[in-house]
């Protein structure tokens, strides 16, 4: 069964540190671009990061660049969202996918996790 798991998600106080995992299983994600998207209630799914297969291309949306880095293993089978300075508007409900190429829309990632809530709040 090919399945993408999220985690790491959770509680933090505005300016604080998260790291989110995104690891597959069913599959190798070699091959694959891996994707962040978010979720918030009552908003659409918005690109966050994105990061090619080979770990060379990465992207960003403006709203997380210079605070969000998005980081892959490989050998590990495992994709990093690493977000810091986050602010209460990052919350939302994270999940990654994956695709052959990076892409800001959602209908082109084949694959999708069940997603992890990060709530920034003091």
């Known amino acids: 069964q090919l399945q993408l798991v999220e985690s790491g998600g959770g509680l933090v106080q505005p300016g604080g540190s998260l790291r989110l995992s995104c690891a597959a299983s069913g599959f190798t994600l070699d091959y694959y671009a891996i994707g962040w998207f978010r979720q918030a209630p009552g908003k659409e799914r918005e690109g966050v990061s994105c990061i090619s297969s080979s770990g060379g291309s990465t992207n960003y949306a403006d709203s997380v660049k210079g605070r969000f880095t998005i980081s892959r293993d490989n050998a590990k089978n495992t994709v990093y969202l690493q977000m810091n300075s986050l602010k209460p508007e990052d919350t939302a409900v994270y999940y990654c996918?994956?695709?052959?190429?990076?892409?800001?829309?959602?209908?082109?990632?084949?694959?999708w996790g069940q997603g992890t809530q990060v709530t920034v709040s003091s």
């Open positions: 996918a994956a695709s052959e190429t990076c892409s800001w829309y959602k209908q082109e990632y084949d694959y």
